[in-house]
């Protein structure tokens, strides 16, 4: 089946440092969502990618879609503690006969040193 | 974007119990939703998908009688754990797609502990 390979696994960093993160696949995927889940919490979504090669920011964070559709990264610029958090990719694949369903990749944990 | 609630955020039951948990769209309808399941340190796992005005579909694995699936409205789907077990114990999440189907909000999910 599809799987999403999200690395890396774990991340810890200064605060102010840049932040980078990716996912890959051997399958091609419609859309392509990078999600941010605090402990305790539901994943908030953090960027949403539709086209192949769109580059799309929020904030300090930017995320662009791989033109071959299997691939997205995701970056985030001048870290701070509030960014601590469990990064996860989704991807909807191609060809689920229109289902809805999300592909998960493993997460990104991000840890922030003040 | 959209709000999506569930309640309660945390429950603590006897183990042979039945515990219901609700998710709702706020402020948009949602003929379908989806139900996970998230381990310590794991990522997402999916269980079914809730569909409005008909059967629940399953995935792989999941036990349809034990975790039963009802999509009440187009505002509503419920995910009743029925003679729950210490194994059971885990935190469920729901999600609904917005508008074109092409995003997923989830719920701020479920904290389930079986005693």
């Keep these: ?37 605090e402990p305790g919490e ?30 997205s990264f995701l970056n985030i610029s001048a870290s701070i503690p509030s960014d601590v958090g469990i990064y996860f990719c989704a991807g909807q694949p191609i060809g689920e006969g229109g289902s809805e369903k999300l592909v998960f990749g493993k997460g990104t944990k991000l840890t922030v040193n003040p | 974007g959209a709000v999506v609630s569930q309640h309660p955020s945390r429950v603590i039951c006897k183990s042979g119990t039945s515990v219901k948990i609700e998710c709702r769209s706020l402020d ?26 008909s059967k629940a579909t399953y995935e792989q694995g999941v036990e349809k009688d034990k975790f039963l699936i009802n999509h009440a409205s187009l505002t509503l789907s419920t995910l009743t754990v029925t003679s729950a077990h210490p194994e059971d114990s885990s935190f469920y999440i729901c999600s609904a797609p917005g508008q074109g189907g092409d995003t997923q909000y989830f719920g701020p999910g479920t904290r389930l502990t079986v005693l």
């Design chain 1, 42 to 71: 539901g994943p908030v979504l953090l960027i949403a990618l539709y086209k192949a090669g769109e580059l799309t920011s929020n904030g300090r964070l930017t995320a662009q879609f791989g033109i071959t559709r299997k691939d």
């Design chain 2, 28 to 53: 948009f309808q949602a003929t379908t939703m989806f139900w996970y399941r998230q381990f310590p340190k794991k990522s997402l796992m999916l269980m079914a998908t809730s569909n409005e005005g």
């Design chain 1, 1 to 37: 089946g599809q799987q999403l390979n999200q690395s890396p696994q774990s991340m810890f960093i200064q605060e102010g440092e840049d932040v980078s993160m990716n996912c890959t696949s051997s399958s091609i995927f419609n859309t392509w969502l990078w999600y941010k889940q």
